[in-house]
Structure formats: C-alpha cells, structure tokens
C-alpha cells in the first residue's frame, strides 16, 4: 500500500482510480480496448482539469475526532492484577528516589580537595 503523507495525496490516489476505472468499465461497455498509457493520460488530464481540481475535498477529517477510549486503544497483554500494580508502584517508587538522590548528587558542591585534605567539622 502507498504511504501518502497528505490528504491531497490521498485524494489525488481516489481520483486517479476512480477516472481510472470509470473509463475502463465504460471502455469495456464499448468493446473498446486501450493500453495503459491511454489511460494514464487520459486521467492526468482529468486532475489538472480545474473543475476537478476545486472539487478536491476538504482537510477536515470525514468524523469527528473520538474522545473517548476504544478498546483497541488499550494496552496488549493479559488485565493486571492487584499484585502487578503494586509491583508496578514499588518500581515507580524507587525509580523516584534514585532520580531524586542523583539529582542532590549533582547539585552537591564537588571541590577539588581530598578528603584528607578537608578542614575537620
């Protein structure tokens, strides 16, 4: 599948299928029958056509944007229990503590003396 980075990408893609396949069916219809080349003229020349071009949809988004959650927007996994939540607050509790204590460590004053060096208390 293309990855189109814009919805003008995405509209040019539906447009040139739809010119596409309408003047195949309507060719098949006919009995007639066009390279691909044709084709692709034919539908270029259909998109730079202005009318076309004023008719490319909007950017807003066809729904509006979900507020709340689905569940597939939940996380995979089996359901957590009591005992993994708490695991789970423990691990956020000493991840705190060791960010606090490296955080005093650095804003300690570091001199350049040893402590053999140091004044006495």
Known sequence: MNDYDSDIG????????????????DNNIDNVTWPRSDYVHYV???????????????????????????PNDQPRGPPKTEDDKRVDDLREEIRKRFQDHLRKQKTQDVSSTSESE????
């Not at 995405?10 to 069916?25: P, S, T």
């Not at 076309?52 to 507020?67: G, I, K, L, M, Y």
């Not at 140091?118 to 208390?121: T, V």
Request: hydrophobic fraction near 30%.
């Open 10 to 25: 995405i509209a040019m893609h539906i447009y040139h299928h739809q010119f596409y396949w309408e003047k195949k069916n």
């Open 44 to 70: 270029t020349e259909r998109i730079s056509d202005i009318p076309t071009v004023t008719n490319f949809p909007n950017s807003s988004p066809a729904r509006p944007v979900r507020e709340t959650a689905t």
């Open 118 to 121: 140091m004044p006495p208390k």
